[in-house]
């Protein structure tokens, strides 16, 4: 399904600082809100428009963490110079924000259908949104996993529309190991066409997520540098299973993980 996009300078309406370097940005863009669906993206401008210089010059891709209401939502953790330029944004100040971008996720199609979203870090961020529109459907069920407790944010809300699960490689939160020692007895417990998966986070994490569910349906929300977001300069192709190339920003972000991992 594609939806129409929108290139619209939003207001920051407010910031929501976290714990250790995470922060919410809400911002107006009332197009771009009632267009978006889970799992896609925009692509996010640095610095307010009119801003001297152009350091960083590139904007940056971010799931909507939520949207609806003429608002939307990101979820953004400060590591690299533009990210933290983000982090420190006010409350009245004004981005440039182009989306809704690429395939978002498509829910299964039968209501009774358990959905189990595993997520890594930050890769959580589409999965509250998508969370959020299973009204009717089988109330899903979120595999949340990071190095320490300090990975796993924004709790509260993600407790809200899903039954959430915790692992940390470090064992300060949930469960001791990856995230994807959750996944097996999960899948062995509720069964085969009974389920479908979806994650997001890093490749290593996603493969194995994809290897494991062998014969389940698991779309991937794949993750790559790009400058455009519309398929124009070709920086986030990568390599699938057939040894083809997709670009995430217009395939994807979205995937078939068997398609990519095999």
């Known amino acids: 399904m594609t939806t129409p996009r929108f290139l619209e300078e939003a207001t920051v309406l407010y910031r929501r600082?976290?714990?250790?370097?995470?922060?919410?940005?809400?911002?107006?863009?009332?197009?771009?809100?009632?267009?978006?669906?889970?799992?896609q993206f925009a692509m996010l401008s640095v610095r307010p428009p009119g801003a001297p210089g152009q350091d960083p010059l590139l904007p940056r891709p971010f799931s909507f963490l939520r949207a609806g209401g003429g608002v939307v939502e990101f979820f953004i953790r400060s590591v690299g110079r533009g990210t933290v330029m983000l982090s420190r944004a006010s409350a009245g100040e004004r981005f440039m924000l182009l989306g809704p971008l690429g395939r978002g996720?498509?829910?299964?199609?039968?209501?009774d259908t358990q959905a189990i979203f595993v997520a890594g870090?930050?890769?959580?961020?589409?999965?509250?949104?998508?969370a959020e529109s299973f009204r009717g459907r089988r109330r899903p069920i979120l595999l949340y996993g990071g190095k320490s407790a300090r990975d796993l944010q924004l709790l509260p809300e993600l407790c809200g529309p899903m039954d959430v699960k915790l692992a940390t490689e470090d064992g300060s939160l949930g469960t001791k190991?990856?995230?994807?020692?959750?996944?097996?007895?999960?899948?062995?417990?509720?069964?085969?066409?009974?389920?479908?998966l979806y994650t997001c986070g890093r490749p290593a994490m996603m493969e194995a997520v994809a290897k494991l569910a062998r014969g389940v349906p698991v779309q991937a929300s794949l993750e790559a540098r790009m400058a455009c977001g519309i398929?124009?300069?070709?920086?986030?192709?990568?390599?699938?299973?057939?040894?083809n190339y997709v670009e995430v920003c217009v395939d994807?972000?979205?995937?078939d993980a068997h398609a990519v991992w095999g």
Do not use: M, N
């Open 17 to 39: 600082d976290l714990a250790d370097g995470f922060a919410v940005l809400g911002f107006e863009a009332p197009r771009i809100a009632a267009s978006a669906r889970p799992g």
């Open 105 to 111: 996720f498509e829910p299964p199609a039968d209501p």
């Open 121 to 130: 870090g930050i890769g959580v961020a589409p999965f509250l949104h998508f």
């Open 177 to 196: 190991g990856f995230v994807t020692e959750l996944l097996k007895p999960l899948l062995d417990e509720q069964g085969g066409p009974s389920v479908e």
């Open 231 to 243: 398929g124009i300069c070709r920086g986030c192709a990568v390599k699938v299973a057939k040894g």
């Open 252 to 255: 994807g972000p979205v995937y």
